[in-house]
């Protein structure tokens, strides 16, 4: 089955520690992304990739870093410049086109910082 | 900057009855596309329906179809015969034409009542 896995599912991390999220994908798209989403918001854009060894941010990038060195994976490293780094965090994909072809997502990880 | 405003955070609907969540957005792009993702508690973002701004003709897929209005900048979901796997948030989303930056609403949590 072709999808977007993320992993885990569930993470806590302690205040000041940098943490990894892992997004990887076999749908063979080329462009990713990820979102935050906070209770009560939409998603929020964090950062995309268009190509493998590129990326872009979004509209909320401090204090989150990413990479794309295979096509498959977008891992998402959440930083402790993060202020507030508690959130639910969705990978997706899309094929690169001007059609605006849709997201697809993966089921999402929750990160709890205490 | 764009903007996608859903106004009602919450609504309900009988078993078998007819819904309709309301989407309104801001842009002075005149190509673009949008979108109705639906999450359910299982928090994957699912794709409803996508309409692209140039296309006269609203959009359907089975019991979901849309009102949109490219002049009064609307985009409202239509859900008919809703059944109880349908109760879920529902994102509007808009997208310019060319771009990668997907703007989310703030959603709308739709309960259905058996």
């Known amino acids: 089955d072709g999808g977007i896995t993320q992993s885990p599912k569930y993470l806590f991390r302690k205040e000041g520690q940098n943490v990894t999220l892992s997004c990887e994908q076999n749908?063979?798209?080329?462009?990713m992304y990820w979102y935050r989403q906070d209770p009560g918001q939409g998603l929020r854009l964090i950062y995309y990739s268009q190509i493998v060894n590129d990326f872009q941010k979004g509209d909320i990038a401090e204090g989150y870093s990413v990479s794309r060195e295979k096509k498959e994976s977008f891992p998402l490293t959440v930083t402790s410049a993060q202020k507030n780094p508690t959130a639910f965090y969705l990978c997706?994909?899309?094929?690169?086109?001007?059609?605006?072809?849709?997201?697809?997502f993966g089921n999402g990880t929750r990160l709890t910082v205490t | 900057a764009q903007t996608v405003t859903q106004s009602q955070p919450e609504m309900s609907v009988q078993e078998a009855e007819t819904v309709t969540l309301s989407c309104t957005y801001d842009?002075?792009?005149?190509?673009?596309?949008l979108f109705w993702y639906k999450q359910p508690p299982s928090r994957q973002m699912i794709l409803v329906i996508r309409q692209e701004a140039y296309k006269q003709q609203n959009a359907t897929e089975n019991r979901f179809s849309v009102n949109f209005q490219k002049a009064a900048k609307s985009f409202s979901l239509k859900i008919s015969d809703s059944q109880l796997g349908d109760a879920a948030m529902y994102f509007c989303a808009y997208i310019p034409t060319g771009s990668y930056q997907l703007t989310f609403g703030k959603g709308t949590k739709l309960s259905v009542i058996p």
């Open positions: 749908l063979n798209h080329d462009a």
């Open positions: 842009t002075s792009e005149s190509d673009y596309y």
């Open positions: 997706a994909s899309s094929v690169l086109d001007r059609d605006n072809s849709p997201l697809h």
